[in-house]
C-alpha cells in the first residue's frame, strides 16, 4: 500500500513539474536577440562580445549598437565569436606591458596547443609576438581557453594616431594553405 502511495505521489509531482516547467517557458516568452535572453534570466558568459546561453540557443550581443565600437569592428568580432572570443583586453582599450589576452577557441584553431598572437603599431609593424596557451583538452570541436602574455615597449608618442596598435590573434596553420587562414585583430591603445 505504501509502495503505491509513493508511486502515485511521484507520478502526481512529475506532473505537476511539466506543467510548471511549461508556464515557466511561457512566461519567459519567444527570443529572437541578446536582449530578449538576459530579459529571460539566462546566463550572460563574460566574453566579447557577450554571450546569452540559452536552450534555444547561443545570442550574441549586437556591437554595432554601442557607441565606442565602430561598426565595422563589431561586425568583425561578431564574425569571428563562433570561432574565437576575447575576454581581455577588451577593444579599444589601452593597454600596457605585460599584456594577457584570454579567452577561448575552438579547439580547431590550435595546433599543438597554441596559436600565435601578434601585436603590432598603428602603422602594421610588429611591436610584439608570442603564443596563446590552450587551458584545456584542445582536441576537440568545442570552445577551449586560452591565454596568452605579451611583453612591449610602449611605441613612442608621436601624436594621436601613434597611439594606436592592434591585437592580431591568428589561427594556427601549419598547412599553410590560405583557406585555411583565420585572423582575429583588435585595435588598442597604448
Known sequence: MIKKSLILMGIIVLIAGVFWFNDQEEERGLMTNFEDCVAAGYPVA?????????????????LSEEVEIPADLAEH??????????????????????LVVRGQARGNWYFEASFPITLVNWDGLIIAGGYAEAKGDWMTEDFVPFE?????????????FSRRGAIILQKDNPSGLPESDEALELPVYY
Request: hydrophobic letters at 35%.
Open 77 to 98: 568580432i561578431a564574425s569571428k565569436s563562433d570561432l574565437i572570443i576575447v575576454s581581455e583586453p577588451q577593444p579599444m582599450t589601452v593597454i600596457a606591458s605585460p
Open 46 to 62: 563574460e566574453s566579447y562580445p557577450e554571450q546569452c546561453l540559452s536552450p534555444e540557443g547561443t545570442f550574441i550581443r549586437d
Open 148 to 160: 596568452g602574455v605579451l611583453e612591449f615597449k610602449t611605441p613612442e608618442d608621436i601624436g594621436d
